[in-house]
T-cell receptor
Framework: KQEVTQIPAALSVPEGENLVLNCSFT??????LQWFRQDPGKGLTSLLL?????REQTSGRLNASLDKSSGRSTLYIAASQPGDSATYLC??????????FGTGTRLQVFP | DTAVSQTPKYLVTQMGNDKSIKCEQN?????MYWYKQDSKKFLKIMFS???????INETVPNRFSPKSPDKAHLNLHINSLELGDSAVYFC??????????FGPGTRLTVL
């Protein structure tokens, strides 16, 4: 059974820092991996999708990497801003197109 | 030009009642999903439909019945509501195997 874990559970940093959020999964037979952010009381916003054949994806200040064989993905946020404060969720997609979510990392960036 | 929309946003009801949540997507996707986010903020898939056909049913009680009248709509009907059904329900859509886009969520409170 696929299990997805995110470390750390919470993170509080000053503005301007570069951050790394970690995601690990137990079954490497994934179809793709998706990173989301969720603001309090809101829905999920898709940030990046990495196909299983890819090693990384970039969007603006965000860079996500994938190491399928070791069951790991990282989300790198450069030059963090207060507007980046949110919960970040990692989810893997199995071959039934089902998203299996991690437990999330709650990020707070203070000015 | 909302991509995935849900109604209602909030739903407060008594135990034992029957209620429905509606979802519509205008992205032209062929697959739609329902996810449940519990009080601990953990997200889990409930159902998915591809071209109006059920492809995933994650051992959800049969009090929950999804209905897809067409590719752009996936409604969720819940019979005999219980206290444990209180959660936020998210609808999502994708082209099968690609990035999933989420609606804003429906917060269901059962009293």
């Amino acid at each position: 059974k696929q299990e997805v874990t995110q470390i750390p559970a919470a993170l509080s940093v000053p503005e301007g820092e570069n951050l790394v959020l970690n995601c690990s999964f137990t079954d490497s037979a994934i179809y793709n991996l998706q990173w989301f952010r969720q603001d309090p009381g809101k829905g999920l916003t898709s940030l990046l999708l990495i196909q299983s054949s890819q090693r990384e994806q970039t969007s603006g200040r965000l860079n996500a990497s994938l190491d399928k064989s070791s069951g790991r993905s990282t989300l790198y946020i450069a030059a963090s801003q207060p507007g980046d404060s949110a919960t970040y969720l990692c989810a893997v997609v199995d071959n039934t197109d089902k998203l299996i979510f991690g437990t999330g990392t709650r990020l707070q960036v203070f000015p | 030009d909302t991509a995935v929309s849900q109604t209602p946003k909030y739903l407060v009801t008594q135990m034992g009642n029957d209620k429905s949540i509606k979802c519509e997507q205008n992205l032209g996707h062929d697959t739609m999903y329902w996810y449940k986010q519990d009080s601990k903020k953990f997200l889990k898939i409930m159902f998915s439909y591809n071209n109006k056909e059920l492809i995933i049913n994650e051992t959800v009680p049969n009090r929950f019945s999804p209905k897809s009248p067409d590719k752009a709509h996936l409604n969720l009907h819940i019979n005999s509501l219980e206290l444990g059904d209180s959660a936020v329900y998210f609808c999502a859509s994708s082209q099968l195997g690609t990035e999933q886009f989420f609606g804003p969520g429906t917060r269901l409170t059962v009293l």
